[in-house]
C-alpha cells in the first residue's frame, strides 16, 4: 500500500468515525465539563488533559507538514500558519485559562489524542505533500472565502470563550447563564465559531481531508451542543426561550 493510498484510508475512516459520533453523543454526553460523571475510569487534571489531547494538532502536524516537499511553497505555509492559529491558543493557552481542579476522564483524553493524532496527518500530509498549491491559488476565491470563514470563526470562538471566563469572579463556583452578543441568540456560540472555522479550512484547502475535519467538527459539536442547551435550560427556569443551540434562528 502507497502512502497516498493509506493517507485516504485514513479521510474514509475520519468521516465514518463522524458518522458513528453523531448518533452515540445524541445518546450519550461526553463525560466532561458540565456534564461530568462517574463511570469512565481513571481522571486527570482538565487543564493537563486538554493540554495532552490537543497537542498533536501543533506537534505532530508541524513534524507531518515540513517533511512534505511542497512544505515551503507560500500557500502551504499560509495554511499551516492558519491552522497553527487556533491549535496553539487551543493546546496551550486556553487550558491556563480553565478553573483549577476539574478532572477529565483518561478515556476522553485518550480517544481526543488518538483522533488528533489521525487529522492532523491528513491534514498536514495533504498540504505539504499531496495536493497542489501553487501561487495562482492566492488568486482562487476559494481560499480567500475559506481564510475569511475561518478569521470569523475564530473571532466569534474566542470572543465566546471570553465571556464564559469572565462569568466566574475569583473563589466563585457553579454555572451562570452567559450573556452578550451571540450568546443573545444561541447557547454555544463557542461551537459555532468552530464550525465556521473548519468549513472555512476546508473550503480553502479544497480537499477531503479538510472537508472530513469540518463533518466531523460538527458531527462532535452539534450533539454537544444539544446537550448544553438542554441543560442550560433543565437548569435555569428563567433561560431565555428564543435562544437556539448553536445555528442562529436555526437550530
Not at 485559562?97 to 480517544?111: C, D, E, F, N
Amino acid at each position: 500500500m502507497s502512502e497516498l493510498e493509506l493517507h485516504t484510508l485514513l479521510v474514509q475512516g475520519v468521516f465514518l468515525v463522524a458518522a458513528l459520533t453523531v448518533p452515540a453523543l445524541l445518546f450519550i454526553s461526553a463525560p466532561y465539563g458540565r456534564h461530568a460523571r462517574g463511570g469512565w475510569g481513571g481522571q486527570m487534571d482538565t487543564r493537563l488533559a486538554w493540554m495532552v489531547m490537543e497537542s498533536p494538532s501543533v506537534l505532530w502536524f508541524t513534524a507531518v507538514f515540513f517533511t512534505g516537499s511542497q512544505a515551503w511553497g507560500l500557500v502551504p505555509l499560509l495554511l499551516w500558519a492558519l491552522w497553527q492559529s487556533h491549535y496553539v491558543q487551543r493546546a496551550f493557552i486556553f487550558p491556563l485559562k480553565i478553573r483549577p481542579g476539574g478532572l477529565t476522564p483518561i478515556s476522553v483524553v485518550a480517544m481526543g489524542f488518538t483522533f488528533n493524532l489521525v487529522n492532523a496527518y491528513v491534514n498536514a500530509r495533504w498540504i505539504g505533500e499531496f495536493g497542489t498549491y501553487e501561487i495562482g491559488w492566492l488568486l482562487d476565491p476559494r481560499l480567500w472565502l475559506g481564510l475569511g470563514l475561518f478569521v470569523l470563526g475564530y473571532k466569534i470562538n474566542r470572543r465566546a470563550d471570553a465571556v464564559l471566563a469572565a462569568l466566574r469572579k475569583p473563589g466563585e463556583t457553579g454555572y451562570k447563564i452567559p450573556r452578550g452578543g451571540l450568546y443573545e441568540l444561541i447557547s454555544c456560540p463557542n461551537y459555532f465559531g468552530e464550525l465556521l472555522e473548519w468549513t472555512g479550512w476546508a473550503i480553502a484547502t479544497w480537499s477531503l481531508a479538510g472537508l472530513s475535519f469540518a463533518v466531523f467538527t460538527a458531527a462532535n459539536l452539534v450533539p454537544r451542543a444539544l446537550s448544553h442547551h438542554k441543560w442550560y435550560k433543565q437548569k435555569f427556569p428563567e433561560y431565555p426561550s428564543g435562544r437556539k443551540a448553536v445555528i442562529p434562528f436555526v437550530l
